[in-house]
């Protein structure tokens, strides 16, 4: 079992690596995207499962999603239930997708406008410190780069800038 957190991103805002690594550093977070040949100036690209940083100086493997909305592919899924059963997902068919603007609604979001095109990255944490350390740190640098909305669906919890110093004092006080 673990934690997810999420941040939405609108898609003119979605930033490059590069982008993305000077405002980590601006920030003095000490977690940065992998510098790969070529590809400094690219979007952060889609991911599906996993994502590689670098956390003070060693890599770190967090469970990641980077997923961009279409109307073939909601930014998550949840269990199906029907007549007060709850389905084990064995198949697909068994799980329903979850409409972003709605679950934020849910959350207390007002009026909340994601639209195809934008972005989603889902972070899952288990129990590495450093997994967690690192991964708030990204999406706090993610949130206030990118004016990206964070949000937490089990404390029921979201905000712009408030989101990500939270994560920041999270992430601090951490052993």
């Known amino acids: 079992m673990g934690a997810s957190y999420y941040v939405a991103v609108r898609q003119a805002c ?5 982008a993305l690594n000077e405002c980590l550093a601006d920030l003095h977070y000490p977690v940065r995207l992998p510098k790969t040949l070529n590809a400094m100036e690219t979007p952060v690209a889609e991911s599906d499962g996993s994502l590689i940083v670098e956390f003070e100086g ?3 493997h967090l469970e990641a999603e980077i997923t961009r909305l279409s109307i073939n592919e909601p930014f998550a899924y949840d269990l199906r239930i029907e ?12 799980l329903v997708p ?24 889902a972070l899952t944490f288990r129990s590495s ?21 964070g949000f937490e669906f089990d404390e029921a919890i979201f905000g712009g800038t408030s989101f990500a110093n939270k994560l920041v004092r999270e992430a601090a006080e951490m052993e």
């Open 58 to 60: 060693k890599p770190i």
């Open 129 to 149: 410190i450093d997994e967690w350390k690192a991964g708030f740190l990204l999406m706090s640098g993610l949130i206030r780069y990118a004016d990206g909305l």
């Open 14 to 18: 979605w930033p490059t690596i590069d």
């Open 83 to 94: 007549n007060d059963r709850t389905f084990d997902p064995t198949d697909v068919a068994d």
């Open 98 to 121: 979850l409409d972003l603007n709605a679950e934020l609604a849910k959350l207390g979001v007002i009026a909340p406008n994601f639209e195809y095109g934008d972005y989603v990255l």
